[in-house]
Nanobody
Framework: QVQLAESGGGLVQAGGSLRLSCAASGFTFNTYAMGWFRQAPGKEREFLSAIGRLGATTPAANSVEGRVTLSRDNAENTVYLQLNNLKPEDTAMYYC??????????????????WGKGIQVTVSS
């Protein structure tokens, strides 16, 4: 059974940092590109960035550029999102997703094979 389980969210003060984890199971993790998305209430889902099988990453969304770092541990089947200098506008549900496409194609069409259930991040001012 495929599962993507996000963790590490919660309430954080503005200016702080957080590290989200996404633990994968049920598929061959190291053959998938992994992406992070978020969705705030009343807004469309936003693609933040993605990481390829060997660690290459896509440019980040403008909203998080310079503040976000993606990494992965293929031995632990886990992908991470580090977000620094948090702002109240970072408040959203954060989702990880897995795509068997190349990193380039995934970044182009944002079509994922699997999605996590999401985790809430709330940034207080």
């Amino acid at each position: 059974q495929v599962q993507l389980a996000e963790s590490g969210g919660g309430l954080v003060q503005a200016g702080g940092s957080l590290r989200l984890s996404c633990a994968a199971s049920g598929f061959t993790f190291n053959t998938y590109a992994m992406g992070w998305f978020r969705q705030a209430p009343g807004k469309e889902r936003e693609f933040l960035s993605a990481i390829g099988r060997l660690g290459a990453t896509t440019p980040a969304a403008n909203s998080v550029e310079g503040r976000v770092t993606l990494s992965r541990d293929n031995a632990e089947n886990t992908v991470y999102l580090q977000l620094n200098n948090l702002k109240p506008e970072d408040t959203a549900m954060y989702y990880c997703a897995a795509s068997q496409q190349s990193l380039y194609m995934f970044a182009q069409n944002l079509l994922a094979d699997y999605w996590g259930k999401g985790i809430q991040v709330t940034v207080s001012s």
